[in-house]
């Protein structure tokens, strides 16, 4: 098969798997397009009236991204057939907008064209509509709803009632096979051994699922691997790149890694992240030291504030770190209070970059759970920091993480974007349980992910992503399908081939593997190597910035990089290779069966049987078995977890 054919194949399977995963990309900040500080005021005053708030004068909405491209009036990319564009340039009476007062001005003409053009980028937690939710602080009981048959599982009693309210027909329960390999996938990152998928369909124990869920976890190794991925992005952790090389960075991988092996629990992990009993620990607090002067907004001090407000709180402190934010209620002194409390030396308020002559005062975004003493020293002032953050009376804190990893088991967030957490959730009831289970499991990780996998919500058939749902509007129908992170497809890979490194770039020990886990998986994992540029096509961020979830959008350049890129093929051709010589003598037939099994967990159908025979033809070599193992790893069966 030609590298030329390839391309055009794979360009049609990744058409299939974008109408799989319908999503649009939403980076609030394209190049030349500022949506917040220049699209926002325009919109707001020029169509506000008419038009946001729940006002819709023509069918036009534009509270959120979704409610504006459900107008139609919006075509992204293509400003020249927008029918917004069109009114605000005409000056037909009956057809021009706004209708009456001033017109836009040039300048403002060519910003929105601009935006539109640019694909209408749009900050995630941002809406128009001039909320009235509050969310709680502190704790919240929650009583149960009453059990129903097949719905006894305290987060399915919740999730039924609120099937029941919304008129949801409760999907099915996913078959064996699919559950195994979407739990191994979601908890360890790892495809299911085929041998212990045959093994778990056989069990007739009704526990089994249980079982398997509590086996999984038990890999420390497999879990540390896996989870290692989700922590890098989050707390900026990389092995090499901008800030390493002079000092003005310092990776906290060592520390990391032993936290996530003895499932450290997560109160005193993030302790020891804000307050440093090691200098192990301390990467994340003192963030990256950029070279030559930066923006106000960029100083290590004021990343501190942002990256804390970010990760543990849901909270945008990057607005606020410019200006009283245009997002949601934080104040640029709720940002610089957090910045003072890690700064040696007193910090001046910058606003929008210029000095405002008043120095900020340390303390904590939630005053009402206690103060930072701002005459201590550092290290106490970031003791007494860390002690607020997981203070079990911060339900915020375990909202957040628990909102997180829901949206990581299930592909859509409690609250989405999962970095809006001042947004209200779809059941504030489950939110607030999940969160008090957290904390009587001694914020216990993998209780919780336990606990969720052992719901029928979880088990439960996936579903294709809502495409456009605004969170006003947005339904749980059950799990979402997701696509494979880089480390995941490339961890694949290497556990199909057997083609994965012996020794991992970051600086860690490894132990053994479980011997009895019922996971495959290479010696070494995708997330203990540098990030190359496989990786890198595949959507693995460089951590410069705090990285919440990644991105689902599929692209040209992404098809391409894979039919035709070299590291595939390479990759591809040395699996071939070591396959065949770890199964001399098998035939055609054998080969198929055998990578379909280790693949896709199944056995090939009579049709996939004879497309393999044709690729592989009565004598396979490494150049038709690299083409059969593409074919296979190219299919959305493959590439998604459902």
């Known amino acids: 098969m030609t590298r030329t054919l390839r391309s055009w194949i794979s360009l049609g399977i990744f058409a299939v798997l974008a109408h799989a ?9 394209k190049p030349g397009v500022d949506f917040i500080h220049d699209v926002v005021p325009i919109l707001r005053n020029q169509c506000g009236k008419c038009h946001t708030n729940g006002v819709s004068k023509g069918d036009f909405a534009m509270d959120t991204r979704a409610s504006l491209l459900r107008s139609e009036s919006v075509v992204p990319g293509k400003s020249g057939e927008s029918d917004l564009v069109d009114r605000i340039v005409s000056d037909e009476k009956d057809f021009k907008m706004p209708p009456e007062g001033a017109r836009l001005t040039a300048k403002e003409v060519e910003t929105l064209k601009a935006w539109v053009d640019a694909g209408v980028p749009w900050e995630e937690s941002f809406s128009f509509r001039q909320g009235s939710y509050e969310p709680p602080l502190r704790p919240r009981a929650v009583t149960l709803p009453p059990s129903q048959p097949g719905f006894e599982h305290p987060i399915d009693r919740i999730v039924k009632a609120y099937w029941d309210k919304n008129r949801v027909s409760p999907p099915p329960v996913s078959d064996d096979v699919s559950f195994a390999r979407r739990v191994s996938m979601d908890l360890v990152g790892l495809l299911p051994a085929p041998a212990e998928i045959d093994k778990f369909v056989k069990d007739t124990d009704p526990a089994k699922r249980a079982l398997l869920i509590r086996k999984i976890l038990d890999d420390r190794k497999a879990y540390a691997d896996h989870w290692l991925t989700f922590w890098n992005d989050l707390l900026r952790n990389d092995y090499r790149g901008t800030g390493f090389i002079d000092g003005g960075r310092k990776q906290i991988v060592k520390w990391l890694y032993s936290a996530l092996l003895e499932n450290k629990p997560y109160d005193r992990f993030v302790h020891e992240l804000i307050s440093p009993p090691t200098p192990e620990s301390e990467g994340f607090v003192y963030g990256i030291q950029w070279r030559g ?14 990256n804390v407000g970010q990760v543990f709180f849901g909270a945008n402190l990057k607005c ?3 200006h009283d934010s245009f997002v949601d209620k934080w104040k640029l002194e709720d940002a610089y209070g957090l910045a003072a409390i890690v700064s040696d030396q007193p910090i001046e308020i910058n606003r929008c970059d210029n000095p405002t002559g008043k120095m900020a005062q340390a303390k904590f975004l939630f005053p009402e759970l206690g103060t930072i003493d701002a005459a201590a020293p550092k290290a106490e002032r970031l003791r007494q920091t860390a002690d607020l953050i997981v203070h079990k009376e911060n339900g915020r804190f375990r909202r957040t993480i628990v909102n997180r990893i829901w949206h990581r088991m299930m592909g859509h967030g409690l609250v989405h974007p999962v970095d809006a957490m001042g947004t209200p959730p779809w059941s504030e009831d489950l939110l607030d349980y999940l969160s008090n289970y957290l904390a009587d499991q001694g914020d216990d990780l993998k209780s919780l992910m336990s606990h969720i996998a052992t719901s029928r919500a979880y088990q439960s058939v996936a579903s294709p992503h809502s495409e456009n749902v605004s969170p006003d509007d947005y339904v749980f ?23 994965g490194p012996e020794k991992p770039f970051a600086a860690v020990t490894l132990p053994e593997r479980t011997t009895d886990s019922p996971a495959a998986g290479p010696k070494v994992r995708a997330a203990l190597m540098d990030c190359d540029p496989l990786q890198r096509s595949l959507g693995r961020p460089n951590r410069e910035q705090v990285v919440t979830s990644r991105p689902e959008i599929l692209t040209t350049l992404e098809a391409l990089d894979m039919s035709n890129g070299k590291p595939v093929s390479d990759l591809l051709r040395a699996g071939a290779e070591k396959i065949l010589e770890r199964n001399p003598g098998k035939s055609t037939a054998e080969l198929t069966s055998w990578l379909f099994r280790a693949a896709l967990s199944r056995e090939p159908s009579a049709d996939e049987r004879a497309t393999s025979a044709e690729i592989l033809t009565d004598k396979p070599t490494a150049d038709t078995l690299a083409d059969l193992l593409w074919v296979v790893v190219m299919v959305p069966e493959f590439q998604l977890i459902r």
């Open 477 to 499: 129908l059950g799990p979402e399908l997701k696509r494979m992170t880089a480390e995941q497809w490339v961890d694949a890979l290497w556990t199909i081939t057997g083609t």
């Open 320 to 322: 606020a770190s410019c």
């Open 21 to 29: 995963v319908p999503v649009f990309a939403q980076d609030g900040k």
């Open 293 to 306: 002067r930066v923006n106000a907004s960029q100083v290590r001090e004021v990343q501190f504030a942002q």
